[in-house]
């Protein structure tokens, strides 16, 4: 594989633009969420994850390099991803802010593998990290998966145009 070393660092494209059409592509909601060396926990809604291998198992999820969940799970090594189902539209929300009470007010408990785990999501992967690669403002977080939650009868939420949507019923 080559990469093309003289494409520029700087922005191409307009970065509105840029925002404006991945709103158009619809995404699952995530909530990843690990536990701190201290015992404290953390989390983060995210709309970047994507299965990458099946043999071994493989899941990425991208964070912002600045957050404090990458932070956490970079040192823990562990984590969980949950895909959100209908009805968990406010805790997704909760989970898209900063700060440290994201679990105040959410249903949770810690699972098998010590990790947070949210109630109600309709799957959720249990995971261990197997490699952190740079993506521009964001760190790519490859996670192997240990252990999967699969709730069949719950829809998830799909974030397309800026809006929280249960996936239609098939």
Known sequence: MTINSDVPHENLVDQDAFRAAMADLPAAVSIVTT???DGTPHGATVS???SLSMTPP???????AASDTLSALSL???FLIHITAEGQQ???LAFAKKGPQKFDDTDWTFSESGQPLLAGAAIVLDCVVSDLLPGGDHTIVVGRICGIEHAE????IVYHRRQMLASPAV
């Open 153 to 156: 009868d719950r829809r998830p």
């Open 48 to 50: 970047a994850v994507s």
């Open 35 to 37: 536990v701190a060396w």
């Open 90 to 92: 406010e805790t997704a």
């Open 76 to 78: 823990g090594r562990s």
């Open 58 to 64: 493989l899941v990425l999820v991208c964070l912002d």
